[in-house]
């Protein structure tokens, strides 16, 4: 029984920084900006990364997560160049409709 509570706890876990970061789509008002701006390319690992970095509690779920991450991101890396090409990093402002659309963003970075 712990064997199968453990593998089910596995394949929930499996790349949710990948799911998070790709799910954010073309700009960043559907993902939690505060840790900053990141490439789309490989987020899952960022993000993953930038979490067991900060003062978050919980950073062993990030470890666990970061192998699945790595082979999700693998995964959906032609989406993922495309949307860097297209859209720029995750969390950054990189085209004046991205600023429009994510409010009080182009204020605070023109300053």
């Known amino acids: 029984m712990k064997i199968i509570i453990f593998i089910i706890f596995l394949f929930a876990l499996s790349g949710c ?13 559907n ?4 840790r900053g ?6 987020s899952g690992v960022i993000n993953d990364w930038k979490f067991l970095t900060s003062d978050t509690a919980g950073g062993g ?3 666990i997560d970061m192998p699945f991450s790595l082979v999700a991101d693998t995964l959906v890396l032609p989406y993922t160049i495309y949307m860097q090409v297209s859209h720029g990093d995750l969390c950054g402002v990189n085209k004046k409709q991205d600023c429009a659309e994510i409010s009080g963003r182009c204020d605070e970075l023109r300053k």
């Open 17 to 29: 920084s990948t799911f998070a970061t790709v799910s954010a789509g073309k700009n960043s008002q």
């Open 37 to 42: 701006s990141f490439p789309r390319v490989y």
């Open 31 to 34: 993902f939690d900006c505060s």
């Open 61 to 63: 779920v990030a470890i």
